[in-house]
């Protein structure tokens, strides 16, 4: 179901939209303006997917014990000491 609305846009946005029609790119102005607001959903809704797992490993990382940085320090030469080894690399 389609509902009509009245917009109103910039002349650089009404150009650039009569472009992609007049370019055969877009049908009409309406699908070009459906176009950018089903883009514009998608990224909204991928943005509150990434901050929801931002929160998650956030929430998950506070829950977990707490590594000094000296300790991390530690952990990391440890792990780049096995990689080396791994592919045969010297120090």
Do not use: C
């Amino acid at each position: 179901m389609a509902v009509k609305s009245s917009i109103s846009l910039t002349d650089e946005q009404h150009a650039f939209a009569r472009a992609l029609v007049d370019t055969g790119r877009y049908a009409s102005l309406s699908a070009v303006l459906q176009q950018g607001v089903d883009m514009l959903r998608q990224r909204m809704d991928a943005e509150e997917l990434e901050l929801a797992a931002l929160r998650e490993v956030l929430t998950h990382r506070r829950a977990g014990t707490f590594v000094s940085a000296e300790g991390m320090d530690g952990r990391l030469a440890e792990m780049i000491s096995k990689k080396r080894r791994a592919h045969g690399v010297s120090s």
